[in-house]
């Protein structure tokens, strides 16, 4: 048996069945707006990941509140309603 065998089967996660094992972890990579909000670059960026065959993919750091976390530049935000597009 392949020692990688595993990592190319499907498991469940929760009610949710993921196709593999491959997983990206959460990063920051700054390709949101000044403003927080995503654009074509960001989706591209996770496109391009799940096209490559990732099972499960989880988002960048986001902030629920403006006042934190300033000191990174361009981060996904959840604070304010016009993240919601």
Do not use: W
């Amino acid at each position: 048996m392949d020692k990688l065998e595993k990592l190319f089967e499907p498991f469940k996660l929760g009610p949710v069945e993921i196709k593999n094992r491959i997983a990206y972890a959460p990063t920051h990579m700054s390709h949101c707006t000044e403003e927080g909000l995503i654009n074509e670059q960001v989706l591209s960026f996770y496109a391009a990941r799940a096209k490559g065959g990732t099972g499960l993919i989880i988002v960048e750091v986001a902030l629920p509140i403006d006042k934190y976390g300033r000191g990174l530049r361009r981060v996904l935000g959840c604070y304010d309603d016009s993240h919601l597009a």
